[in-house]
């Protein structure tokens, strides 16, 4: 089953998710919504926020935010890689979330974490 880890859904009806290329590659302007997994592999959908910077942590994931929360992950070392939201008519931003659920709500034991 080819499940994507991350899809990013822009204001241009386009998306960009890890098979097309590492999160580095993805555009960085338009994002309306980030779907993603959590370390219990559940679907989370970050949206509505200024900011989306990817983290490498335990489970490598997407964490959004505002101005304050970006420049605290800028203030931490290592590789920086930021996307940045933007704004859309309601009727079109609905219509981004609404396909944001293409994802499952859960990939149980089938998504591996990182040791």
Request: proline share 7%; net charge negative.
């Amino acid at each position: 089953m080819n499940i994507p880890d991350w899809k990013i859904y822009y204001g241009n009806n386009s998306t960009f998710d890890n098979f097309n290329g590492p999160p580095e590659a993805a555009p960085s302007t338009g994002v309306i919504a980030i779907a993603c997994y959590d370390c219990d592999s559940r679907r989370r959908i970050l949206s509505q926020k200024d900011f989306y910077w990817w983290v490498d942590g335990w489970v490598p994931s997407w964490v959004a935010g505002d101005q304050y929360g970006m420049l605290q992950y800028m203030m931490q070392p290592g590789l920086k890689i930021i996307k940045f939201g933007t704004s859309v008519d309601d009727r079109v931003w609905r219509e981004i979330i609404a396909s944001a659920n293409d994802l499952p709500l859960e990939l149980g034991d089938i998504k591996p974490l990182k040791a």
